[in-house]
């Protein structure tokens, strides 16, 4: 399955009012064999592996669209006592299936409306790529909830495509994300510690979000 195909499960999402749904169609297809997950690699990601986090000496932490949970594990290595979670029920699944004797806490969840028992309840929370995927029509609302996982003191890492502009045909998922967008995650208490943007070479996307922000 191409990103244009991508695209298209989205788009029928979009067209029936259901901007989240097209996750879990694709990995439901993925797992028949009709279709390739793009993101769904081996290697936890390379820009949350270029944090050096500290080890996690069992604070807790949140992933937010986990997915087959690479970057759960991942935090999971470092001590982090992690809660992860994806809208995709298949997705879930497909996690607690590659990982039998994790010790994250894999649930199926929707950002847009998350357990009430969350806010405010996590050490770390890793945002990576899925704001992006999502229109703008419910961006905004995704922007402000993610940073009410932070407890005080802990921190929100973001890390995203990055745009200067707003894409002339409006194509997407992804739609990399705007300097306003990545400063709106700066509410509800929660301050920029820093924003940046890296630049990938070879990659579609080249031009990424780095940005962190505590409570």
Known sequence: MTAADVRRLAAASLAVGDPTGWFEHLYAQAR?????VPWDV??????????????????????VGCGPGRDSEYLAALGYAVTAFDISATAIDLARARHPSSPVDYVVADL???????????????????????????????????????????????LAAATTRVDSDGSGPPWPLTRAEVDGF???GLRPISITQVDVAGTTLPTRWQALFTR
């Open 42 to 63: 081996a290697a936890p990601s390379a820009h949350l592996r270029a944090l050096d986090l500290p080890a996690g000496d069992g604070r807790r932490a949140l992933v």
């Open 186 to 188: 700066a509410t509800g």
């Open 112 to 158: 847009l409306d998350p357990p009430t028992q969350w806010r405010h309840g996590f050490d770390l929370v890793l945002e990576s790529n899925n704001v992006q995927a999502l229109p703008a029509a419910v961006r905004a609302r995704a922007i402000a909830v993610a940073g009410t996982f932070v407890a005080p003191g802990g921190l929100l890492v973001v």
């Open 32 to 36: 028949d064999g009709r279709a390739e």
